[in-house]
């Protein structure tokens, strides 16, 4: 016997509302005190969204039920860069970096910083968190006040910014 009642539209919107006000709020700490120890719980957030083996795979199941497709900015590998739109799938699953040989995708960098660092920190971690920390890369113009973050800090900070753009113009979480 479950003790379980299915979330309706209603309670689905209210709790993305809150996880977008939870991402707003550590985003807020990361760049305002430069603290990044808080990319840990971001990187939670986001694989709770965009997760479909580790999280719920939440923006996949709103757009089912809102019968809609969210579309992401995205920067194109053609030069000179430009700003192309994709969907869920292709956004989560681009390249955002490599490092000595690996390649990393949003999916992939969400889920192991959630998955080592964030959820539960694991007894052994890939080896790639501790060559983050070495690894500083700008947000924003540091010659006008911009930030340079750990590498892994920086990517998980604009998948957040990008994703909360997207929820609050196409689902309107505000």
């Known amino acids: 016997m479950t003790n379980k009642i299915k979330l309706g539209k209603e309670e689905l919107l ?3 509302k809150d996880t977008a006000k939870h991402m707003e709020l550590l985003l807020s700490c990361i760049i305002k005190n430069g603290d990044v120890s808080y990319a840990k719980q971001l990187s939670v957030d986001l694989r709770k969204l965009f997760s479909p083996t580790k999280g719920n795979d939440f923006l996949s199941r709103l757009e089912k039920l ?6 992401f900015p995205d920067r194109s590998k053609a030069l000179p860069p430009k700003t192309i739109y994709v969907g869920l799938n292709e956004y989560r699953n681009k390249l955002v970096f490599a490092l000595q040989g690996r390649t990393f995708t949003r999916i992939k960098l ?3 910083v959630a998955g080592q660092k964030g959820a539960h920190t694991d ?3 890939d080896k ?3 060559q983050s920390e070495k690894i500083l890369l700008p947000l924003g113009n540091p010659a006008r006040g911009g ?9 998980l900070v604009e998948i957040t910014q990008t994703t909360l753009k997207v929820l609050s113009e196409q689902i309107k979480t505000k």
């Open 110 to 112: 969400i889920n192991l």
């Open 66 to 71: 809102l019968q809609t497709k969210l579309v």
């Open 128 to 130: 790639l968190h501790f």
């Open 123 to 125: 007894e052994s971690v």
């Open 14 to 16: 209210t709790e993305l």
């Open 147 to 155: 930030l340079l973050l750990q590498q892994n800090a920086r990517y």
